[in-house]
């Protein structure tokens, strides 16, 4: 098997698919790997590395995308790298197709078998390689919010732990998963005062349990939603369905009673965003301010920290990846349910009833 590594190109990326690690074991298992020229410099693994550990490098992209039976990236194809797509290839990586028509009617006109990354199941029915980048997203957002809020930002200048003898910041999350977890995690660190909603009250004991009243659970619910997001000063949306398109959750209404100079970071952007109010933005202009709140919504955050980033990643993906190869990707994917779980697009049919619903194809 030959597998292929493009540099990555969407704004402010810095994950590359694999490490020179991963490389040597793939190399070891019997693939070849072909690496674009610095794909992974922005997270700290040089050229070098990679032919040490047995890659070919080479200075086009196209020549990684035409040599390569297995593409491994990190996030979705872009529109400048549709017409690179081979027929029939198979495309393992973050796809989020419900929130990517255009994408999956490529996939679908060129019968690519795409992996997905979000929905590939582990023998618990969680999601193992959501799970680093979302415990990633989760901690940033606190870090971007408290950032956003600094007066000199834009925000309203409230220190989320304050100091003693004035109120802490509100930090309101909803969605108590991987990614809300960890958001509620960082601000009750930093000393703020904590509300995390999510429908799922399992989730809601975990959190109870672990911070002992220093965090307030709530059943997401209207009533509770708007009274908490009015309070809000950092609105953290955590949602997901998975696969499917991100509920609204906020409405815009709500948005509107909250305190100008708050901000929202809308981690489930990448499935659509779960506060009506919110649009993609990217890490070259991450904000924008609508009824005086400060809006961040970058679908690929972990990209800020893409040593960290990759590192997680490809450690999540790697049983996966040395399984395509030691099976080939056929025998892989028959004799692994998690894996199987993981593929959107197979003979120019969406392959995932989730994905399908969203985008209005039939399965
Ligand atoms: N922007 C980024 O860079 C980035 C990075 C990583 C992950 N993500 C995205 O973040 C989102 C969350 O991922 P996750 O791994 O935390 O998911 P998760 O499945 O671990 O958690 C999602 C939570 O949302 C809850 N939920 C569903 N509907 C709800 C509702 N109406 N109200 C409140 N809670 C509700 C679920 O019960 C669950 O606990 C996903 O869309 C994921 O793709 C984005």
Not at 187 to 192: F, K, L, T, V
Request: aromatic share 4%; net charge positive; with cysteine.
């Amino acid at each position: 098997m030959i597998i292929g590594v493009p540099k990555e190109i969407k704004i402010g990326e810095t994950r590359v698919s694999m490490t020179p690690s991963l490389c040597r074991r793939c190399v070891a298992l019997g693939a070849r790997v072909i690496m674009e020229k610095s794909a992974g410099i922005t997270a700290g693994f040089v050229d070098a590395e990679y032919r040490a550990a047995g890659a070919k490098v080479v200075a086009e992209s196209a020549q990684v995308w035409r040599g390569a039976d297995l593409i491994l990236k990190v996030k979705e194809p872009l529109p400048a790298e549709y017409r690179l797509i081979r027929d029939g290839q198979a495309l393992f990586t973050y796809l989020h197709l419900a929130a990517g028509p255009d994408l999956a009617r490529v996939l679908l006109k060129k019968r690519v078998l795409g992996i997905a990354y979000e929905t590939v199941e582990g023998t618990d029915g969680a999601f193992p390689l959501l799970k680093p980048m979302s415990q990633i997203a989760g901690r940033l957002s606190i870090q971007i919010g408290s950032y956003f809020l600094q007066s000199q930002h834009g925000g309203s200048g409230v220190l989320l732990g304050g100091i003693p003898g004035t109120m802490p910041g509100h930090v309101v999350v909803v969605g108590a998963g991987n990614s809300g977890a960890h958001a509620v995690q960082m601000a009750a660190g930093m000393g703020a005062r904590v509300t995390v909603l999510d429908l799922d009250t399992r989730k809601l004991e975990a959190l109870d349990t672990e911070y002992r009243g220093r965090v307030v659970t709530l059943m997401s619910n209207p009533a509770n939603l708007e009274r908490e997001v009015a309070d809000a000063d950092l609105l953290v949306g955590a949602v997901l369905i998975p696969a499917a398109k991100a509920p609204t959750v906020v409405t815009r209404q709500m948005v509107a009673r909250m305190r100008r100079g708050s901000v929202i970071v809308d981690i489930a952007i990448d499935q659509g965003g779960c506060i009506e109010s919110i649009r993609p933005t990217s890490h070259e202009n991450p904000v924008y301010e609508e009824h005086g709140v400060i809006h961040y919504a970058v679908p690929n955050m972990p990209a800020l920290v893409g040593r960290t980033s990759t590192i997680g990643l490809t450690q999540a993906t790697e049983p996966y990846v040395a399984m395509l190869v030691r099976h080939g990707i056929e025998g892989a994917i028959s004799s692994t349910p998690g894996l199987a779980r993981g593929v959107n697009t197979e003979n120019g049919k969406i392959a995932y009833g989730a994905v399908a619903k969203a985008l209005g194809y039939t399965s």
